[in-house]
Nanobody, 117 residues
């Protein structure tokens, strides 16, 4: 089963930063826009990504990124990064990466981000 692999989450205090990474198989990384999706506590995973980046490196952000997150891709490593600044408790969620628009395929285990004092 082909999946994307997320890492980089953790427990941080409000105002701190984290960088998430998403390693994708070459076939996926070289063919699709990739986005970061979140699942808030007690909620279903959101359908729209927090951020996405296409094959040209063009980016788009959802409202929740609010100018605090930066997404980028590294073709040398088949990796998509999301640097998250000024994290707040409402950013607490499991974060997943997948293609845009996602299907039921390719979902990985996600990485948990918890923002708490």
């Amino acid at each position: 089963q082909v999946t994307l692999v997320e890492s980089g989450g953790g427990l941080v205090q409000p105002g701190e930063s984290l960088t998430l990474s998403c390693e994708a198989p070459t076939d996926i990384f070289t063919k699709y826009t990739i986005g970061w999706y979140r699942q808030l506590p007690g909620k279903q995973r959101e359908r729209e990504p927090v951020a996405r980046v296409n094959l040209l490196g063009q980016v788009a952000y959802g409202d929740s990124a609010n100018g605090r997150f930066t997404i980028s891709r590294d073709p040398a490593k088949n990796t998509v990064w999301m640097h998250m600044n000024s994290l707040q408790p409402e950013d607490t969620a499991a974060y997943y990466c997948n293609i845009y628009r996602p299907t039921e395929a390719f979902w990985g285990q996600g990485t948990q981000v918890t923002v708490s004092s």
